[in-house]
């Protein structure tokens, strides 16, 4: 399947319905989802930091266009790269960075507007918008021709600045600056995530679930065209690795080891 055609599968299946995009975080997994029938998958920042030993945000950019040249290789579904905040503050290096990912295979990627600052945790305003505005002109001009989903999301519920009016502000700027999906990471009310579908209308709007909060019907009941998990996947799986790995240093046994998917299982998937 080519790139373009990849694009465009995912472009379709944020016109209508609603669609969960699950997130791997390295190509066992993803194969695993894509024999599970998801019909697309998008990488997760901390889940893949974590597989490396490091705290989310805390990969270079070289990792990360390896890890999305990996996981694109790895399945025909298209995906959806976590690019952070690009890596980058001002628009030209963000318009850079967004051209060196829409080569590496996927279909699409997202960008953020958390500073990492604390006491400003969320960018200026006018800089957040032209920021998805440059990364918007750099997936047009890219050189694949390719047309990658451009999603933006607005931190504000998960770095302390939790305002409704301005998540929506700035989320439908950038959807005037060109984003083809947004999301506010954190949003778990269900007159804000309402409120957010109706402001930003026709453009597609993404949540973000992590537990058991809610469930696809309720959001497609709400208008949400897309559900993704973020690092969620890694922390169960990491969950079941660390409490195996207590019980034996604790306790000398090995009762956690049982609940084990056998290993014929895995190969049988992975085509052994």
């Not at 016109?15 to 699950?22: K, L, W």
């Not at 600052?117 to 047009?140: K, N």
């Not at 504000?156 to 984003?179: K, M, Q, W």
Request: hydrophobic share 45%.
């Amino acid at each position: 399947m080519t790139l373009e055609e990849k694009c465009s599968i995912l472009h379709d299946l944020h016109q209508a319905g609603c669609f969960v995009i699950p997130n791997p975080w390295d190509p066992g997994g993803a194969v695993l989802l894509e024999q599970l029938g998801f019909r697309a998958l998008a990488t997760t920042s901390s889940g893949f930091a974590w597989s490396l030993g490091h705290a989310d945000n805390q990969v270079t950019l070289e990792d990360a266009l390896s890890h999305y040249r990996a996981m694109s290789a790895a399945v025909r579904l298209p995906i959806s790269a976590d690019f952070e905040g690009a890596f980058a503050v001002e628009p030209p290096d963000v318009a850079a960075n967004v051209t060196a990912a829409a080569a590496t295979g996927i279909a699409g990627l997202s960008i953020e507007d958390s500073s990492k600052i604390a006491a400003s945790p969320l960018y200026d305003f006018d800089l957040a918008v032209e920021r998805v505005r440059a990364a918007r002109q750099a997936i047009d001009r890219a050189p694949s021709g390719a047309r990658l989903v451009l999603t933006a999301r607005s931190e504000g519920f998960i770095v302390g600045r939790p305002d409704l009016d301005e998540t929506i502000r700035r989320l439908s700027a950038y959807s005037e600056a060109g984003a083809d999906c947004v999301f506010a990471p954190g949003i778990r009310d269900r007159a804000h995530i309402q409120a957010i579908v109706t402001a930003v209308a026709p453009t597609p709007v993404n949540v973000l679930v992590s537990s058991d909060f809610t469930t696809v019907a309720e959001l497609a009941e709400l208008g949400v065209r897309r559900i993704s998990v973020g690092g969620a996947l890694a922390r169960a799986a990491w969950g079941g690795f660390l409490r195996a790995a207590e019980e034996i240093v604790r306790h000398g046994t090995f009762i956690e080891l049982t609940r084990g998917v056998p290993s014929a299982e895995f190969d049988r998937r992975f085509g052994g």
